[in-house]
T-cell receptor
Framework: ETGVTQSPTHLIKTRGQQVTLRCSSQSGHNTVSWYQQALGQGPQFIFQYYREEENGRGNFPPRFSGLQFPNYSSELNVNALELDDSALYLC???????????????FGEGSRLTVL | LAKTTQPISMDSYEGQEVNITCSHNNIATNDYITWYQQFPSQGPRFIIQGYKTKVTNEVASLFIPADRKSSTLSLPRVSLSDTAVYYCLVGRVGDSSYKLIFGSGTRLLVRP
């Protein structure tokens, strides 16, 4: 148990639709990262939020966007869904970010998105 | 960000010691080495982190030679529940630009 909860756990969408995934981090964790994990591959970094500001982004198009709220929970939004967006989306939080990051992230169990 | 190279898969038997080696030839002076474990349909879990020589915790040991161009994760007396994917990552702890970048990992299968 990492204390990081994600919702929904599973969902099915069709191409062109939009999806919002939610993440509740551990109390006091000010940094949230989002990862996409396709079947059989390692997690791919999407972006990170530190104290409500985006703090780094991986090689994902602008239709992947996010938010971090004052309580440090976070959302991942994906617009214009494509078949290749089918994956496990992982949220991870950390008690320290910015210049104090330790390289230790606490991951949730993910949201499995299927795009038909 | 230093790239890492790991074996794609490894097999072992219960009770054996398993050593997974990771190559990171371009590791920078301030980079740390971190290992994560992932079970199917779960998020990765932090196992151990080190900078040089040897680090040990209740789960594993991490051996880092003097040149730091490789590292070895050692799992003592594995059990069936150690079947998982193991990821080796390098990066500059304490740097706000450091983001965990995962490779494909090593799939460890522990047999009875």
């Amino acid at each position: 148990e990492t204390g990081v909860t994600q919702s929904p756990t599973h969902l099915i969408k069709t191409r062109g639709q939009q999806v919002t995934l939610r993440c509740s981090s551990q109390s006091g964790h000010n940094t949230v990262s989002w990862y996409q994990q396709a079947l059989g591959q390692g997690p791919q970094f999407i972006f990170q939020y530190y104290r409500e500001e985006e703090n780094g982004r991986g090689n994902f198009p602008p239709r992947f966007s996010g938010l971090q709220f004052p309580n440090y929970s976070s959302e991942l939004n994906v617009n214009a869904l494509e078949l290749d967006d089918s994956a496990l989306y992982l949220c991870a939080s950390s008690p320290r970010g910015g210049g104090e990051n330790t390289g230790e992230l606490f991951f949730g169990e993910g949201s499995r998105l299927t795009v038909l | 960000l230093a790239k890492t190279t790991q074996p794609i898969s490894m097999d072992s038997y219960e009770g054996q010691e398993v050593n997974i080696t990771c190559s990171h030839n371009n590791i920078a002076t301030n980079d740390y080495i971190t290992w994560y474990q992932q079970f199917p349909s779960q998020g990765p879990r932090f196992i151990i982190q080190g900078y040089k020589t040897k680090v040990t915790n209740e789960v594993a040991s991490l051996f880092i030679p003097a040149d730091r161009k490789s590292s070895t994760l050692s799992l003592p007396r594995v059990s069936l529940s150690d079947t998982a994917v193991y990821y080796c990552l390098v990066g500059r702890v304490g740097d706000s630009s450091y983001k965990l970048i995962f490779g494909s990992g090593t799939r460890l299968l522990v047999r009875p």
